[in-house]
């Protein structure tokens, strides 16, 4: 069994990277990212983790760095944040393009400008459509267990994709949280040590990332998509294996409140727990509340999303990011397309909440049940919060 | 549907990554020419230049020491002929 320790949250995640037997970090420090990487330096510089660090000069670098190094077959991780992240993005493409099982937390935080070094999910919705898995943890155990179960879902052969766990700055990264952290040796037990299929090797050379001219490129990005896509089965295997082996369970998309309620909270990240406590409360005073809670991102878990939300006649979007000048934020128009033309469809109602750290209390969530009960968010979308002679 | 692909995605190796080394030799890329290259070997020196300047490292010196370019390869840059000291290098349109 392993042991319950207050930790800080990025802590925890470095744990879990050293439980892990990373070959390699490639880092570039970012808030609120820095303390991950942070404490994996100290680790491989006392020589508790026997990997290579490396300190690199900006998040390109970091990620070409760790491509390069998965290329050679090494077990790699690294982390970033907002504007870090989107440096990285160029690269992204190509980790994922080549099939390389890297994997990384991305500590989410608003983009600039103005400069905010607070939690949205700005960051990685501009990271939708990179062809890495996503994952969102909650809490801080969540971030621990799922950092360990994404090592063991990239590098499954069905899978051989590059994989993110996503958790919220600050509001996880650096909160003390109690965390169970797991022994060595049931880790290992769990991960097995990783095998590369393809890897750079003189005494068998291939080419990694050539050119590809139109007369293939649409078949490449064929195989990748079949990838993402059978990536699902792989990621629900996994996180059912975590369970029965250290019994905690994670399901791609989990629910809370009253079973089968008409409104229903969807929320990702950090958000879905206090989202749970107003939900609780609704469902006390004898509201018809409900939540769904997206854990799974990328690939979206249609089939999960659709047996979770049954009999939902609205839906409470809460988009932590906004995409100026579209109808509605990125997971309400994830949402609208997936349940278009289906005689099933409920109500979408949309909220864009919390940007840049901006707190969304249990009130707030009760309050936003009793208007999107009442029709008074109505539209496409509301800005929720905005401070406005309007209002 | 017109057939464009070289292959059935399923039969791409993994990432799209080639297996086989050495297989640029194989890329015809004599296939994007619309010029070529035609030496006058009576203005020609045996410099080697061109060769030294060829992008495609196609131009090769035959037995009686000219320089020719194999036109499997040869995609019709005319930098040969740009960098000639001789001008012993023209370009002509493909298929004249």
């Not at chain 1, 250290?246 to 989202?275: I, W």
């Not at chain 1, 997206?294 to 979770?308: Q, S, V």
């Not at chain 2, 640029?24 to 890329?29: F, V």
Request: proline share 6%; aromatic share 8%; with cysteine.
């Amino acid at each position: 069994m392993g042991k319950r320790v207050g930790l800080e949250v990025s802590l925890a995640v470095a744990e879990a990277v050293k439980l892990a037997n990373v070959d390699v970090v490639s880092a570039y420090p970012i808030t609120p990212q820095t303390h991950i990487v942070e404490e994996l330096s100290i680790y491989v510089a006392n020589g508790e983790l026997d990997a290579e660090f490396i300190p690199v000069e900006s998040e390109h670098s970091a990620m070409s760095a760790a491509l390069g190094a998965a290329t050679a077959g090494a077990r790699v991780y690294t982390a970033t944040a907002s504007q870090g992240l989107a440096l990285m993005h160029e690269i992204l493409f190509i980790v994922s393009g080549m099939r390389m099982p890297l994997v990384m937390t991305v500590a989410n935080r608003a983009l600039s400008a103005p400069i905010s070094i607070w939690n949205d999910h700005g960051d990685i919705m501009a990271e939708r459509d990179i062809g890495w898995v996503q994952i969102f943890a909650e809490n801080g155990q969540e971030a621990l267990d799922l950092t360990l179960c994404a090592f063991k879902i990239a590098e499954d052969k069905r899978v051989l994709l590059p994989m993110i766990v996503n958790i919220d700055g600050f509001t996880l990264s650096h909160v003390i949280e109690p965390v169970i952290i797991p022994d060595h040796a049931e880790v290992d037990a769990f991960l097995p040590p990783y095998t590369p299929v393809l890897r750079l090797d003189t005494e068998n050379p291939v080419t990694f990332g050539p050119v590809g001219v139109p007369e293939m490129y649409t078949e490449a990005r064929k195989q990748l998509e079949q990838a993402i896509i059978g990536s699902k089965p792989v990621v629900e295997e996994v996180l059912d294996g975590f369970g029965a082996a250290f019994d905690r369970h994670y399901k791609l998309v989990e629910q809370n409140g009253k079973p089968g309620a008409k409104t229903r909270f969807v929320t990702m990240g950090s958000l879905g727990e206090t989202c749970m406590t107003a939900v609780d409360e609704l469902v006390a005073e004898g509201q018809d509340a409900g939540q769904t809670r997206i854990r799974l991102w990328r690939p979206f878990p249609e089939e999960e999303f659709l047996a979770a939300c049954a009999g939902a006649e609205r839906l409470v979007v809460i988009d932590r990011a906004l995409s100026p000048g579209a109808v509605c934020g990125p997971v309400a128009s994830e949402l609208k397309s997936l349940f278009y033309g289906r005689p099933d469809a409920p109500e979408i109602v949309n909220l864009v909440a919390g940007l840049g750290g901006r707190d969304v209390t249990v009130r707030e969530f009760k309050e936003m049940f009793a208007m999107a009960v009442s029709g008074k968010l109505s539209g496409n979308y509301t800005m929720w919060g905005v401070e406005s002679h309007a209002s | 549907m017109s057939k464009q692909a070289i292959m059935a995605w399923e039969d791409l190796a993994l990432g799209a990554a080639i297996l086989k080394p050495g297989n640029a030799k194989e890329l015809r890329t004599g296939d994007w020419r619309s010029m070529k290259p035609k030496l006058d070997e009576e203005k020609c020196i045996k410099c080697a230049l061109c060769a030294m300047y060829c992008p495609e490292f196609c131009i090769s010196v035959n037995a009686e020491g000219f320089y020719h370019p194999d036109f499997y390869f040869c995609k019709g840059c005319g930098v040969c002929a740009n960098e000639c000291p001789k001008e012993a290098i023209t370009m002509v349109k493909e298929g004249e």
